[in-house]
């Protein structure tokens, strides 16, 4: 399976900064997505970084608050804006193992603190 | 969107014993994903059983699908201390390719 790697493993930051989060994959997938698990909770969907266009996202979810960007087939970056404590949760990429294969494999995460 | 819903929300064995987690999900679905997290890591892709697939194994791991249940189950023998961790099961958007994870069961498995 593709390795992926995240980074920051771990950040701590202020109210009202921004923090951008790497993912990269040791091989090109079409597919890659960004999820955020808050503490406790279970994974949420937070957009589809797809090449060459604009991220797709789910309810909840908008643009100016997590901006994606996919600049190719190996690399997606996640930014979290003007942070605020609830945005505390581990940030986690993951990719389509395949082309229609449906099956999806995680990164280890990044754990986010907002004090 | 719909959500996988796993039960029990904990469940605590012996080693050895066998451990059964289901997943019931609303809607119709292509696949569904279930995927094991160890406590502070990341999440290790397990098995995908499609839809048209009744049973599927892996090693200690036995999934079985009843679609017309909509529901899913995941069962771990002979189990071991290592297996403690919280299992999640993903199912599928009509897409096929966004999935919606469930809450979770935390296994603990007492040596």
């Known amino acids: 399976s593709a390795v992926i790697s995240q980074k920051p493993s771990r950040d701590i930051c202020q109210r009202g900064t921004s923090l951008t989060i790497q993912c990269q994959v040791d091989?090109?997938?079409?597919?890659m997505f960004w999820y955020r698990q808050q503490p406790g909770q279970s994974l949420t969907l937070i957009a589809t970084?797809?090449?060459?266009?604009?991220?797709?996202?789910e309810s909840g979810f908008v643009i100016d608050k997590f901006p994606i960007s996919r600049p190719n087939l190996t690399f997606s970056t996640l930014t979290v804006s003007n942070m605020s404590p609830e945005d505390s949760s581990i940030y986690l990429c993951?990719?389509?193992?395949?082309?229609?294969?449906?099956?999806?494999?995680f990164g280890p995460g990044t754990r986010l603190t907002v004090t | 969107s719909q959500q996988g819903e796993e039960d029990p929300q904990a469940l605590s064995i012996q080693e050895g014993e066998n451990a059964t987690m289901n997943c019931s999900y609303k809607?119709?679905?292509?696949?569904l994903q279930w995927y094991r997290q160890n406590s502070g890591r990341g999440l290790v892709h397990l098995i995908l059983?499609?839809?048209?697939?009744r049973e599927k194994h892996s090693g200690r791991l036995r999934v079985t699908l009843d679609t017309s249940k909509k529901s899913s189950s995941l069962l771990i023998t002979a189990s071991r201390a290592a297996d403690t961790a919280s299992y999640f099961c993903?199912?599928?958007?009509?897409?096929?390719?966004?999935?919606?994870f469930g809450p979770g069961t935390r296994l603990s498995v007492l040596p």
């Open positions: 809607t119709s679905i292509n696949n």
């Open positions: 993951s990719v389509e193992e395949g082309a229609g294969s449906y099956e999806q494999y």
């Open positions: 091989s090109q997938v079409t597919m």
């Open positions: 059983i499609r839809s048209n697939e």
């Open positions: 970084a797809n090449q060459g266009s604009e991220a797709t996202y």
């Open positions: 993903a199912t599928d958007d009509n897409y096929g390719q966004n999935f919606v």
